[in-house]
């Protein structure tokens, strides 16, 4: 079984979410979520001269490819992937995390959207120790 992940990209909403992205590899835990979400902040960051942090849509789609070149077996053919997929709803694919990212709030130190991690059993040291990956608070 994978490390399942969907994140959901919202802009201030989490009830009306943009899209969800589903990641079969990306993290079961809120740890391991946090050093995939660290490592697609770093990687748009260095790609990119505009990283579109509060466009939920925009957003969502570089996760997509951050993903598909992280899954796929060969760079000449990066259409060549699975374990990547795209759906409407938090629960689809049976998830072990979900990570809500609200493009409408951009945390103040890190400068990239806040991240509400989901996890029923996590205990609340990872749940912290995740947010501390990520440069941000626990949320209260």
């Not at 660290?38 to 997509?64: C, I, P, S, W």
Request: net charge negative.
């Amino acid at each position: 079984m994978g490390a399942r992940l969907n994140v959901v990209f919202h802009s201030g909403n989490e009830a009306e979410p943009t899209c969800t992205i589903y990641g079969h590899w990306a993290g079961d835990n809120p740890e391991d979520a946090a050093q995939t979400l660290k490592q697609f902040f770093e990687a748009v960051e260095a790609q990119t001269n505009d990283h579109r942090y509060t466009d939920a849509g925009y957003l969502a789609a570089k996760y997509v490819v951050f993903l598909a070149l992280e899954c796929g077996n060969d760079p000449k053919r990066p259409l060549d992937f699975l374990s990547v997929g795209c759906y409407r709803d938090a629960q689809d694919c049976g998830p072990e995390c979900i990570a809500f990212m609200d493009c409408g709030n951009i945390d103040p130190t890190t400068k990239r959207p806040t991240i509400r991690f989901e996890d029923e059993h996590a205990e609340t040291e990872a749940m912290a120790t995740a947010y501390g990956i990520l440069g941000q608070t626990v949320p209260a």
